[in-house]
Structures are given as structure tokens and as C-alpha cells.
């Protein structure tokens, strides 16, 4: 889509144009649940953090000042609920995905194949397990940083916090993740 | 020389230091430990689940009922004090987006701090929510009585009904919570047969069963949310087992026979057919009181 197209659609939609935010939805859903999936670590709970931030978006597209830039203003919206999300999650106690998972101090390999395959196994139980350590703003900050790309300013600013905490907030991700990893690394 | 601490080794990695880039570059010990810190960060990627081609109308076709057609904001009921009778048009022309009918937003039971964030914007008034939740379970039990009727016909599927318009006294709690049971039990035994389709099939293809699993999901999850709202943890976690059972086949590749039998050999192992099928006659004792004859399930598991 060229931008000049990119601009009417956009301008079509903030008058309250539900053809025009129809086609910024279909634009940008993909991008939104990669990004809600990152976050909640669960597809179910992307899908109605997806849901919710573009009902939000069209709520608040009057105030959305048309210089910006559209992916970046839903981006943020995507982040602010799923934080939302993330509270109600952690208020409601331990789900599904924090049942206690053994694991073992050192894996047995008895040969290539399984070798590979418990690893990936345990690496990805590792890596859940260590993800939910993460405090929100931890895990916030880090998905912004290695997935999505985002600079630090950037995450700093979505977050409301500032540079400093969201770059400390990256390091500690990073090393709780490491703490996590490393030991399996070795191993291989 | 002082090396990089771990945290510039982080900033490099994410290019967001010049001065411990640099030093990486002219340095072989903080260049391995780079590389190593690389090769960590490399196994957080995980693959994010494909959400296909038509997702963006997917997610439109959600997000759209819940826009005010008239201006800015959610949909609200045209008028927010108790209703005495509410006609209330399904809109069940369309497989996937069950929250059209208002269900979810309607609140079933008392809102859990979790949802407020989804519903505080849409309805005010708790008689208002029981109201819409009636009106939209008696508009469901109505049109999946003529789905039922229908697929009688035709096929076993969960069929899609037309358009009704359905109305309803719902001054009542009672009736309401009633009628509830009704629809998810009537929910509930459209999964029977998707289900039961699904352990039978003797066919790899099964891209009809995955479109009508998916047409179930969306309901399935907003029964199973007002299930958690109102504690009702047997249903819920019913329909928890049910709604992964139905992302499974849904997410099924057409042409993976093997990742069939592993779905087919998870619903089993979970025995999911039975348990719904248990759930579903419990409602409707509950519906009908203790004296009501259970209903016989006759169709085989597998």
C-alpha cells in the first residue's frame, strides 16, 4: 500500500470510517498477534488481547495524530493490554502453563536422536519456566528488545519509564534467562 | 584492557553500544563471550503459531460487532434500564464470531477482575447483563434447534444457522441461568459430533471437521470464561480440555495423517468424548431437575 493510500484509509478511519479501519485490521492483525503471543506466551490469551487492542484502537483513533505512525501507536496499544492482561493473569493465581514441571539436574542421553530431542524438550521447559521468573516489565522489555526489534528509547517510552530502567529491565531478563539456559548449553 | 561486563555484552548483542561494539571487534576474549551470548539468545526464539491467511478477517469479524456503528466506543444497549423483553437478532449467519451474540460482553455472572478491562465499557447495569445473556442463550438454544433439526437431514455436523430473531421474557434470574445450561449442554453435544467425526473419520482429509471445530471455538471460549466467572471449575475445565482438543484439530495440517493420530490418540487418552458427554447430560439434569431420565449415549467413542 502506497502512503498517500496509507493516509486516506487512515484519515477515513478516524472520522469513524468502519470500511477503512476494517482494512487496518486486516493490515496489521498478524503483526498484533505475533506480538500478543510473545507476550502472554499462550494463544488464547493473544487472541483476546488482539481483540481488546483493536477495539481500544478504534476508540482512540480521534486522538492518534496522523503524522504518526499507525503499526507503532497499535503496537503500543498491544503492549498496554496485554499488560493488562498479564495482571489479571498473575491475580488470578497459577494457570495452566505454571503447573510445576520436574526438572532434571542432568539429562541421560542415551543416543543421538532422543539426545536432540529431549534437549529441545528441556530447553523449551527451561525457557517457559524462566520466562515466567520474568516480572512483566522484565518481559515486556525483552520481547520488545529481541523479538520485536524495539530500541531501548522506544521500549522506555511504551513502558512510561525511564531509559535507564528499561535497559537494567533487559539485563535482568536477560540474565535470569541465561541463569536458565546456560546449564543446558553446557551440557550440549 | 577492561573487557565488556556481561550487561555491555547485551547492549553490543542488541547493537545499542558503539563503545562495546567496538571493543568486541578488538578483542578475542569478549568476542567469544559475544558469540556465546549469541548462541543463548538464539534458542529463545520460538516459533510464534501461524494464523493463516484470512486471520486479519478473522479478527475483524470479533472486533467489528463490538463497535458503535453510530460514533466512537463500544456497541451499548440501546437502552440501559432493565428490560422486561429484549429481541435480540443472533446473527448466527456467520460460523466464527460467536461474540456477536453478546454473550461475553453481556456477562453471565457476576464480572472477575480479570475481564473488567474487557466488559467495564459495554454494560452498566447487572439486570441488563442477565438480560442480554437470556435473550442471547434463548436466541442460541433457537437457532441450534433448527441447526439440529437441519443437520438431522443433511449431516452430523454442528450446522450454521440462518438468522433468527428470537425473543424472550428475561426478568428472571432463574430462567436465564437455565437457559444457560441449556446452550453450553447444547454446545456441548455439537463437540460430541464434531468429535466423535473426527475419531471415526476414515479419512486423512478432514478440512470439513476443522472448519466446523473451528466455528465451535469462539463459543466455546466465552462459555468456558463465564464458566471460570461463575465457578463452575467442572465445566470449566471441561471445556478447557475441549477448546485445546478443537485448537488441535483446527491447527492440523491437511496433509499430516500422523499428527491425527496423535490428535485422535490425545482425545482419547483424555478421554475427552466421555467427559463431554457426562457434562452435557449433567446440565440438562440440573436444567430439569433430579427426576429427569438421563440421556442415552448411544454413539460409539471410537
Not at chain 1, 503447573?99 to 542415551?110: M, R
Not at chain 1, 520488545?144 to 535482568?172: C, M, N, P, W, Y
Not at chain 2, 480479570?114 to 442460541?140: E, I, K, N, Q, T
Not at chain 2, 450454521?160 to 436465564?176: G, K, W
Request: charged share 30%; net charge negative; glycine share 4%.
Amino acid at each position: 500500500m502506497e502512503a498517500g493510500e496509507a493516509a486516506v484509509i487512515l484519515a477515513r478511519a478516524r472520522q469513524g470510517d468502519q470500511d477503512a479501519f476494517r482494512v487496518l485490521v486486516e493490515l496489521h492483525a498478524q503483526a498484533a498477534f505475533r506480538l500478543a503471543f510473545r507476550l502472554m506466551r499462550d494463544e488464547r490469551d493473544a487472541e483476546d488481547v488482539v481483540q481488546e487492542s483493536f477495539i481500544r484502537a478504534y476508540r482512540r483513533l480521534p486522538a492518534f495524530e496522523a503524522r504518526s505512525n499507525f503499526g507503532t501507536w497499535l503496537h503500543r496499544i498491544v503492549v498496554n493490554c496485554a499488560l493488562d492482561a498479564l495482571r489479571a493473569r498473575d491475580g488470578r493465581g497459577p494457570n495452566r502453563r505454571e503447573e510445576p514441571v520436574e526438572i532434571p539436574e542432568s539429562l541421560a542421553f542415551q543416543g543421538p536422536s532422543p539426545e536432540r530431542l529431549a534437549r529441545s524438550g528441556e530447553i523449551r521447559r527451561r525457557l517457559e519456566q524462566s520466562m515466567e521468573t520474568l516480572t512483566m516489565q522484565e518481559r515486556v522489555a525483552f520481547t520488545l528488545r529481541h523479538h520485536e526489534g524495539r530500541s531501548i528509547e522506544d521500549i522506555g517510552e511504551t513502558l512510561g519509564i525511564q531509559h535507564s530502567a528499561a535497559k537494567h529491565a533487559v539485563f535482568r531478563a536477560v540474565r535470569k534467562l541465561r541463569a536458565a539456559l546456560a546449564p543446558l548449553r553446557r551440557e550440549a | 584492557m577492561t573487557h565488556c561486563s556481561d550487561d555491555d555484552l547485551v547492549l553490543h548483542h542488541y547493537g545499542e553500544s558503539p563503545e562495546a561494539s567496538e571493543h568486541v571487534a578488538a578483542c578475542v576474549v569478549c568476542a567469544e563471550r559475544a558469540r556465546d551470548l549469541a548462541a543463548l539468545l538464539d534458542t529463545v526464539d520460538e516459533p510464534v503459531p501461524d494464523r493463516g491467511d484470512e486471520y486479519g478477517r478473522d479478527v475483524w469479524e470479533r472486533v467489528q460487532p463490538h463497535l458503535d456503528t453510530s460514533g466512537r466506543g463500544f456497541a451499548r444497549p440501546a437502552d440501559d434500564s432493565p428490560a422486561k423483553v429484549l429481541s435480540l437478532d443472533a446473527g448466527l449467519t456467520r460460523p466464527t464470531p460467536h461474540r456477536t451474540l453478546g454473550l461475553t460482553d453481556a456477562g453471565l455472572t457476576t464480572p472477575a477482575p480479570h475481564r473488567g478491562f474487557r466488559r467495564a465499557d459495554v454494560v452498566r447495569s447487572a439486570s441488563v447483563r442477565w438480560a442480554l445473556a437470556a435473550a442471547a442463550a434463548v436466541a442460541l438454544v433457537a437457532t441450534s434447534f433448527v441447526a439440529g433439526r437441519l443437520s438431522m437431514t443433511s449431516t452430523s455436523a454442528p450446522a450454521v444457522a440462518p438468522t433468527r430473531t428470537a425473543s424472550v421474557d428475561v426478568s428472571d434470574p432463574q430462567l436465564a441461568r437455565r437457559v444457560l445450561l441449556l446452550s453450553v449442554a447444547d454446545h456441548l453435544e455439537r463437540s460430541d459430533r464434531v468429535l466423535t467425526d473426527i475419531m471415526n473419520s476414515p479419512a486423512a482429509d478432514l478440512s470439513v471437521e476443522q472448519q466446523w471445530a473451528g466455528d465451535l471455538i469462539a463459543a466455546n471460549r466465552l462459555f468456558r470464561q463465564d464458566a471460570v466467572d461463575a465457578n463452575e471449575a467442572s465445566v470449566a475445565n471441561v471445556l478447557d480440555e475441549l477448546e485445546r482438543a478443537l485448537l488441535d484439530v483446527v491447527h492440523q495440517p491437511s496433509d499430516a495423517p500422523a499428527d491425527l493420530d496423535q490428535i485422535r490418540r490425545r482425545i482419547d487418552s483424555a478421554a475427552l468424548l466421555f467427559k463431554v458427554r457426562v457434562l452435557s447430560n449433567e446440565l440438562r439434569q440440573r436444567e430439569l431437575g433430579p427426576d429427569a431420565p438421563l440421556k442415552n449415549s448411544t454413539t460409539p467413542i471410537s
